[in-house]
């Protein structure tokens, strides 16, 4: 407040200077001159009536005279201008050049402009915000939860309340799933765009932990599978900036609009499926698309019909399918590793990182951006330690290997020992391709750096002498592990003859025997 009051009863009562009432009130003297002139331009009498407090009276002294509209200006239909700034192209001056074509002695641009924004900033937050048409779309999650009963266990599950809102029209789409984790998200994402029926040019989630990995205000991550699924659709995320919530405002506001329409008329409902809510969601998604506006003409479906829809890019021929991404280092048998089974890319890329894209079905294998390989994808224990070759990337001789041909890793094991090269051949003989067998060759290269020639060589040795089955890799780094390369050898035991007794008959007894010269120990036991 003005402490206009105050001044005037310093002023008429106490009869004190315009200079002490200034430090009285901690006032300039101006301002003290200046209420009290308009105080006495007012007419009003000393006290002032009962009727008139404080708040009436500095109405009275600091009312804005009210400027008469000129003759024949004619006040522009600010809904309108409103509605037509969600166009794409369409600014305030363009806008105000049709308004002077037809009322020629109308505002000039900047009254116009002044005007339009005191008309707006009587709006709402969000529907104040303009957004060009098929620009961009904004999702989140609700804050509260809907119950769903199990009838088999009786035990209640919180489902997820998904909501999107389109930048131009505030048209809404929302749906419930049980988790917010990356395939829900991606899930929800896919259905938004067919309930569009088209794909807008920008996303703008809150920085949720499914779809970005790491928010930042310059430089958010968008996590791989996510910006997989715009890319498919050939739209952009652009995560809202973090302590900057007009980037969220219209979602988050189409987020309380959700909570109040959806979540709230449903809260007395029995819910025993999550198809059985979303039934009622689609119900209330449509009532509040089809509700009209407070302060604007026209529903959330008309401006989408007639503004958004047929801005939105089209939708792709096939639906997105929920993929994985990996990292992986391509081994000198041109194969990686996922999940224990082994696919191949083409022998050029040996030691190269690549990217691995996993679908339901599908293993697709990048390098700089550009596919070089596509499996079907193997699942299940089944697959595990197995390999998927494709003819086409295998190398034409084991010498495209480089340093690595079947012949060196023999060389190598040789230097450790012959058991060890024993063990090298085998493997290599044991696969149907042998560069399938240089990843197992590779692991008894790297045991003999954590333990040294004497005990792999001993190890494989071991291997040798006690295999009941395949020679591998892991039987030799078992043997190494439990240490028994360091037990002294099995050696036969020597031959013992039984004790002497009467019935042993010694070689003198057969010396004696007068035998056939045809007859040969080795002819076999004769009858009796």
């Excluded at 037509?84 to 020629?104: C, F, I, S």
């Excluded at 591998?472 to 037990?487: E, F, P, T």
Aim: one cysteine or more; glycine letters at 6%.
């Amino acid at each position: 407040m003005r402490k206009v009051l105050d001044v005037l009863r310093l002023a008429y009562d106490q009869r004190l200077s315009q200079r002490e009432i200034a430090r009285c009130l901690a006032l300039s003297q101006s301002t003290i001159n200046e209420y009290l002139r308009r105080f006495t331009a007012s007419g009003l009498p000393w006290p002032v009536p009962d009727e008139v407090d404080e708040a009436a009276l500095e109405q009275r002294l600091f009312a804005q005279p009210e400027r008469p509209p000129l003759h024949g200006r004619a006040q522009p239909d600010w809904a309108v201008v409103h509605q037509e700034l969600r166009r794409t192209g369409v600014t305030l001056h363009l806008l105000w050049l049709e308004y002077k074509a037809g009322v020629p002695d109308g505002y000039q641009y900047t009254q116009f402009c002044h005007h339009y924004h005191t008309w707006a900033s009587r709006l709402d937050p969000v529907l104040r915000q303009t957004h060009a048409p098929g620009e961009r779309v904004f999702v989140d999650y609700a804050g509260p939860t809907i119950a769903v009963l199990d009838p088999t266990t009786g035990e209640e599950r919180e489902a997820q309340l998904f909501v999107a809102v389109l930048g131009a029209s505030n048209f809404l789409y929302a749906e419930a799933t049980w988790t917010q984790t990356l395939p829900d998200w991606i899930a929800s994402h896919v259905r938004m765009r067919e309930y569009f029926g088209g794909v807008p040019a920008l996303i703008v989630p809150d920085n949720l932990r499914a779809g970005v990995t790491l928010a930042s205000y310059y430089e958010p991550e968008v996590n791989a599978t996510y910006a997989d699924c715009a890319q498919h659709y050939g739209t952009v995320i652009l995560p809202a900036r973090v302590a900057k919530p007009r980037d969220k405002a219209k979602v988050e506001s189409r987020v309380q609009i959700a909570e109040r329409w959806i979540v709230a008329p449903l809260r007395d409902y029995q819910f025993t499926s999550l198809a059985e809510l979303n039934t009622e969601i689609a119900r209330c998604r449509e009532a509040i698309n089809d509700r009209p506006f407070q302060k604007l003409d026209g529903t959330r479906r008309s401006l989408f019909t007639t503004v958004e829809a047929p801005a939105l890019r089209p939708l792709p021929s096939e639906r997105y399918e929920l993929a994985e991404w990996r990292t992986a280092t391509v081994n000198i048998d041109y194969h990686i590793a996922v999940e224990r089974h082994f696919y191949s890319v083409p022998y050029p890329l040996l030691r190269a990182t690549v990217r691995v894209r996993l679908t339901a079905t599908m293993v697709e294998v990048l390098h700089e951006g550009r596919r070089v390989a596509a499996h079907v994808r193997s699942v299940g224990p089944s697959g595990r330690g197995r390999y998927t070759t494709d003819p086409a990337h295998r190398p034409k001789s084991h010498q495209a290997h480089g340093d690595w041909p079947p012949s060196r890793l023999i060389r190598w094991g040789a230097e450790v020992g012959p058991a060890t090269a024993a063990v090298i051949q085998y493997i290599l003989a044991h696969k149907p391709h042998p560069e399938q067998g240089y990843r197992a060759c590779l692991g008894l290269f790297s045991l003999r750096r954590r333990y040294d020639a004497v005990r792999l060589e001993a190890a494989c040795a071991r291997a040798r002498a006690h295999a009941t089955g395949a020679i591998s890799y892991r039987s030799v780094k078992s043997i190494l592990v439990a240490g028994l390369d360091q037990l002294p050898r099995e050696e036969p035991p020597p031959l013992r003859l039984p004790a002497t007794h009467d019935n042993v008959r010694g070689p003198a007894y057969y010396l004696a025997l007068d035998l056939p010269r045809d007859l040969s120990l080795t002819s076999g036991p004769s009858s009796c």
